[in-house]
Every structure is written in C-alpha cells, then in structure tokens.
C-alpha cells in the first residue's frame, strides 16, 4: 500500500492550501481515509476523516468549519481543502488509511510519508 501525499506548502495567516493523497495497492472504494498532523514535540493529532462512500465526514473543533476533506474513488485520491489557515495549523500532514472512520492512529492501517504545511503570520 502506498499514499502519496501532496500539496504543502508556505502560506500567510488566512490562506488556503490544498492538499491531495493518491492511493495505491489497497481497495480504495471501501477504504475510510483520514488527514493527520504532527507539529515538532507533539503528538500526531487528527484532522479530518470521511467515510468509504463519502457521505461521512468528521473533524475536530480546531478545523471545522475551516477544512474540508472529499475523496474521489474513481481517481483513488482523497483531497483536504484548508481555508483561513492559522499559525497553529502549521504541522507536517500525514494522510492516512484503514477501516470506517479514521478518528484515532490506533485507527489507521497505513500512513503516507507526510507534507509540510507552514503558515507564516
């Protein structure tokens, strides 16, 4: 299985940035997918979720409202549309596999290699 995240970057206080994970070698269609996040000397925290089919969807207080994860089966890639990005919100980005909704690592079955979301204020 591999995920292949993309899309990070440098960013000032209030912009956006799209971030896109491509799967490979596991069934996609009946897959949950996830977004997590790591910052220097803390713990990986979760960011977003969504259902095999999509219609299920979950995030954190931190990001709701300001994030939103889709996935496209045909394409085997889930997407994470950031708005109104924070300083806080600067972490490396992890997209993430396994079954049902993705809410805890214990969760997860497989990890990406991660991006670096900066964002300057």
């Known amino acids: 299985v591999q995920l292949q995240a993309s899309g990070g970057g440098l960013v000032q206080a209030g912009g956006s940035l799209r971030l896109s994970c491509a799967a490979s070698g596991v069934t996609f269609r009946s897959t949950g997918m996830g977004w997590f996040r790591q910052a220097p000397g803390k713990e990986r925290k979760f960011v977003a979720t969504?259902?095999?089919?999509?219609?299920?969807?979950y995030y954190p207080d931190s990001v709701k409202g300001r994030f939103t994860i889709s996935r496209d089966n045909a394409k085997n890639t889930v997407l994470l549309q950031m708005n109104s990005l924070k300083p806080e919100d600067t972490a490396l980005y992890y997209c993430?596999?396994?079954?049902?909704?993705?809410?805890?690592?214990?969760?997860?079955?497989?990890w990406g290699q991660g991006t670096q979301v900066t964002v300057s204020s």
């Open positions: 969504i259902s095999w089919s999509g219609t299920t969807t």
């Open positions: 993430a596999a396994g079954r049902g909704l993705l809410i805890s690592a214990g969760d997860v079955n497989y």
